[in-house]
Every structure is written in C-alpha cells, then in structure tokens.
C-alpha cells in the first residue's frame, strides 16, 4: 500500500534552516509529481509546492517561493523540501501528498518556528 | 489565485440525516480537456487528510457510496446521504486546475 512518511520537522529560530524529507513506497514514486501541503495549528490547508516527477517542473507558493526549495531523489524514492529563512509564520504540520490529485498523504512533521 | 469559498463553515447533523457542503470557485475550474478539477478532502480528527471526491463526482477508492459530488464550472457540492458517526471532520475543497492550488477555508461536521 501507498506509505509517506515525513520526517525532519523540529523547533528553529526565526532565520533558521530545515531540510524535510518524505519518504515513498507502494507505488511508482519515479513517475509521480509530488506536493507538499502545510496546517498551521488550528487552520485550514495551505498548498505549498509541487515537483514533477522528473524534477524538471518546481512551482510555489508566494509566500514560500525564494525561501523554499523542492527536489526528489528517484534512485531513493525521496522528496525534500530545503526550507531557509524561516520566519514564525512558517511555523506547521507540513504534509506531502500523491500526484495530480492529492490521493495520498503522509502523517506530517511539525515544524515550530519560535524564539 | 483562485478563491475557494465553503459554506457553511460549521455543521450539525444527526446520524441518519443527510448533510451539503457548497463550494464556489471564483473562476471557472473546467480544464480544456473538458474535465473540471475540484476535488473534496476529509481531515478526521489527529488524522491527515484523505481524499474523498476527484474531478467533481468519482468517489476514491474506499469511499462509502453515502458520499457524493456534484456541481459545473464554479459552484460545486458534497452531500452526505446519511450521516454516520465515523464522517465528523473537517471537510475541505481544493482546485486543481491552477497552481497554487488552492482550498476551501473548511466545513467542521459534528454529531448532533
């Protein structure tokens, strides 16, 4: 079956640095587009970015782009996302989730951003 | 940015009873292939979200018949046949045709 697993969330000063990771099995990870999605606590969804499944195509959000960065790892089936500059607004569940539809998410990591 | 609007934001249902969640898009979500990219999300509580509805009416794999979609361009529908107890959450839309995708602000369904 499909498993994501996200890992690398952690409390940071304001200006810090995070590398996420999500790992992939149970399904072609090398021919699949992959998103990342964050919750801040107690709030709705917030899309944040997307990589083709060649790594080719990055888009972001406005209000991550230039700070965050997306790459993949076919030979591992493992997407990243490279997060500096962080700011306390930044501070939430971060999820990545399955393809054009969003069919498969992960558990989350949290990600704090505090003084 | 496409704005997606829900409503109503909060829900309270007997089990047994129906519930509708509405959905508006403030541009049309039909695709030049003539699909319409709406999809519809249920975040269980302490759970991630898992998808329920893609491309407007296609139940996922799993999803019980009691849930539907419906809707045309920009206006857009889940309902819930009979609400079970297992259903409460938070309901979210999400388009799909433009990036950023972008949701629905979410609609918490409680057991009355």
């Known amino acids: 079956q499909v498993q994501l697993v996200e890992s690398g969330g952690g409390v940071v000063q304001p200006g810090g640095s995070l590398r996420l990771s999500c790992a992939a099995s149970?399904?072609?990870?090398?021919?699949?587009?992959m998103h990342w999605v964050r919750q801040a606590p107690g709030k709705g969804l917030e899309w944040v970015a997307f990589i083709s499944y060649d790594g080719s195509n990055k888009y972001y959000a406005d209000s991550v782009k230039g700070r965050f960065t997306l790459s993949r790892d076919n030979s591992k089936n493992t997407l990243y996302l490279q997060m500096n500059s962080l700011r306390t607004e930044d501070t939430a569940v971060y999820y990545c989730?399955?393809?054009?539809?969003?069919?498969?998410w992960g558990q989350g990591t949290l990600v704090t951003i505090s003084s | 940015e496409i704005v997606m609007t829900q409503t109503p934001l909060s829900l309270s249902v007997t089990v047994g009873q129906p519930a509708s969640i509405s959905c508006k898009s403030s541009q049309s979500l039909l695709h030049s292939d003539g699909k319409t990219s709406l999809f519809w999300y249920l975040q269980k509580p302490g759970q991630s979200p898992q998808l329920l509805i893609y491309?407007?009416?296609s139940r996922f794999s799993g999803v019980p018949d009691r849930f539907s979609g419906s809707g045309s361009g920009t206006d857009f529908t889940l309902k819930i046949s009979r609400v079970e107890a297992e259903d409460v959450g938070v309901y979210y839309c999400m388009q799909g045709i433009h990036l950023p995708h972008t949701f629905g602000q979410g609609t918490k369904l409680e057991i009355k």
């Open positions: 989730a399955t393809g054009g539809w969003l069919d498969y």
């Open positions: 149970g399904f072609t990870f090398s021919t699949s587009g």
């Open positions: 491309k407007v009416s």
